[in-house]
């Protein structure tokens, strides 16, 4: 403890900015070019399986496209429990990052180089492998960057937040703009109205690859100035085997209950996380393909592309972030538990769903099947909205909490465990997305809204019991 404490004296004599460690922002930084790369990718993924071969799309159908995404997305969060296992026995936090970037990139160069379905599949378990690395251990030196009891932890995380979802904001936007326009092959249909004819989707997967090497390559030219020795070496390397014989010997039978409520904690809040994140990926697949169909787009006689929807999320995040960063800081906020935090985003995200509801209810369809009246576009933005405000209560406080809580020998392992809830959740996603069809959007909104606040409702009653279980960590 004493030498990580060490270089945390080392690290905040290098200054801070906005109160916080200079080396957070690279982290910000390295974040914010990989979320550029994933949720560029992710924005036209849909789409790109969906389209027509004659459209530059691999023409898979709605239902099996979306069940491809939902086991895609969800095996990007499966493996970072694997990735942070083997950086906290072997690798060291910094060399995973290394690898996941350069695996994910050489994914992204295949999406673009290969316009097949094999091309799909190679491209797709690159970037489940990559992330695998890469997820886990940036988050967990996040958190070393700070003394166990640091109030900013928190705050640091919210910031942390803002990178991810800067570079989820700018990516569907240029890459929309790559795939639905620059590149896109255009056209005139029967009523004079422009169409287009086929997309450049391969161009806005060369543009992820291109923001996952800007990532690495400033990562990899900062990290040691401003990182110091932080996630270097492996956990059991940092520590000769007599200290580790010391401190197994030291640590009492108490320490040891409260190490176990604390690790049962985290698994407790990480099964009910799944639920959350089973309706709010629902933004990729269903969510998408309804906007496509049946969200009146056009502003002023344009249209405004499908896949900029997917930077509204982001784009609230970096709007929205400082406040909450101010707010969990406050007198009030600082009073709120972790539980209640992460229960108040179950809520809000139920309730943007019943904005998607009402959607539903304004569409005309004619017996013929042809959509005669679309949904106003302030539903989607109030959905969007209200999801934002819940995963802003939830999200980056759950990275934190796992800093917090984790013993340091298991930090990137159980950072992994955390972000299994989202593997699970975006397979649950993905069979969700795979009956709208057949349900109706109706339906699975609805459903979604009061399935995860009644689940909201829930955390809080149980939250006394897990803030006893976290021993004075808030």
Not at 153 to 179: E, K, Q, V, W
Not at 239 to 265: C, G, H, P, W, Y
Not at 384 to 398: M, Q, R
Request: charged share 15%; proline share 3%.
């Amino acid at each position: 403890m004493s030498s990580e404490n060490n270089i945390v004296d080392r690290i905040e004599a290098q200054g801070t900015i906005l109160g916080h460690p200079k080396g957070l922002f690279l982290l910000f930084f390295t974040e914010m070019w990989e979320r550029f790369s994933y949720y560029g990718m992710r924005g036209i993924l849909i789409l790109y399986m969906t389209k027509m071969w004659a459209e530059n799309g691999l023409n898979i159908a709605e239902d099996k496209a979306s069940l491809i995404y939902g086991f895609f997305t969800g095996f990007v969060y499966f493996t970072p429990i694997i990735g942070g296992w083997l950086a906290d026995k072997y690798l060291g936090q910094r060399k995973a990052i290394t690898i996941g970037g350069i695996t994910m990139f050489v994914g992204q160069l295949t999406l673009f180089a290969m316009n097949t379905q094999v091309g799909l599949a190679i491209g797709l378990v690159l970037l489940i492998i990559g992330n695998g690395f890469f997820k886990p251990n940036i988050s967990t030196i996040v958190g070393k960057l700070y003394r166990p009891n640091d109030s900013r932890r928190d705050s640091a995380f919210s910031i942390f937040y803002m990178g991810i979802n800067l570079g989820a904001l700018i990516a569907p936007l240029l890459i929309g703009l790559l795939a639905e326009n620059w590149f896109a092959v255009k056209g005139i249909d029967e009523h004079g109205k422009a169409i287009v004819l086929s997309y450049g989707f391969k161009y806005g997967f060369l543009a992820a690859a291109i923001g996952m090497a800007v990532g690495q390559i400033f990562f990899n030219l900062l990290a040691k100035k401003y990182l110091l020795e932080i996630g270097e070496t492996p956990v059991k390397e940092t520590r000769s085997k007599q200290e580790v014989l010391d401190a197994n010997n030291n640590v009492s039978a108490e320490d040891k209950k409260i190490e176990k409520q604390r690790i049962t904690v985290i698994f407790i809040l990480t099964f009910f996380v799944i639920f959350f994140w089973a309706g709010f990926e629902q933004a990729g697949s269903s969510m998408t393909l309804y906007t496509d169909k049946f969200i009146d787009r056009t502003i002023f006689g344009w249209e405004i592309p499908t896949t900029f929807f997917q930077s509204v999320n982001p784009i609230l995040i970096v709007l929205l972030a400082p406040i909450f960063v101010w707010f969990w800081s406050s007198k009030f906020g600082s009073k709120l538990s972790t539980p209640i935090k992460m229960s108040m985003g179950m809520i809000l995200l139920g309730i943007g769903f019943l904005f998607m509801l009402m959607a539903t209810y304004s569409v005309k369809v004619n017996p013929s099947g042809d959509v005669t009246q679309k949904a106003a576009l302030i539903w989607l933005i109030m959905t969007y909205f209200f999801h934002t405000i819940g995963e802003l209560c939830l999200s980056p406080v759950g990275l934190s909490m796992i800093t917090k809580l984790a013993p340091v020998r298991l930090a990137s392992l159980l950072m992994g465990v955390w972000m299994l809830s989202t593997f699970v959740a975006n397979i649950i996603g993905g069979f969700i997305a795979a009956y709208v069809e057949k349900l109706g959007a109706a339906t699975i909104f609805s459903s979604i809204a009061i399935f995860v606040i009644v689940l909201g409702v829930l955390m809080i009653a149980v939250s006394k019991r897990l803030s006893k279980m976290m021993h004075g960590i808030n």
